[in-house]
Nanobody
Framework: QVQMVESGGGMVQAGGSLRLSCAAT????????MGWFRQAPGKEREFAAV????????YYAASVKGRFTISRDNAKNTLYLQMSSLKPEDTAVYYC?????????????????WGQGTQVTVSS
């Protein structure tokens, strides 16, 4: 069982930056691919970024590529999402998620554990 808690959300003006963190419990954090997803009001949860267990591989949704950076510190059991050049359309609840087993995925259904989410609001 893995428990995760996100933090770092808030309100920021367009063009600003935020850094999200996701602190996880357990001794197997480094074996999980980790993803960031987001859900805007009235919309389905969507993929934003994913990182492999070792941190050597990353992949981004086209909508955030070049603006967001996913990283992890396995010694601290923590996942990060550095968000820059934020836009109003980035407004959403952001969730971190852990995928058990080999490989990584952009599919919401492939992830086994989820945090409770943190709100990010970008004003124009």
């Amino acid at each position: 069982q893995v428990q995760m808690v996100e933090s770092g959300g808030g309100m920021v003006q367009a063009g600003g930056s935020l850094r999200l963190s996701c602190a996880a419990t357990g001794r197997t954090f480094s074996t999980y691919a980790m993803g960031w997803f987001r859900q805007a009001p009235g919309k389905e949860r969507e993929f934003a970024a994913v990182i492999s267990g070792s941190g050597s591989s990353t992949y981004y949704a086209a909508s955030v590529k070049g603006r967001f950076t996913i990283s992890r510190d396995n010694a601290k059991n923590t996942l990060y999402l550095q968000m820059s050049s934020l836009k109003p359309e980035d407004t959403a609840v952001y969730y971190c998620a852990a995928k058990v087993g080999a490989g990584w995925s952009t599919n919401v259904r492939s992830y086994d554990y989820w945090g409770q989410g943190t709100q990010v609001t970008v004003s124009s």
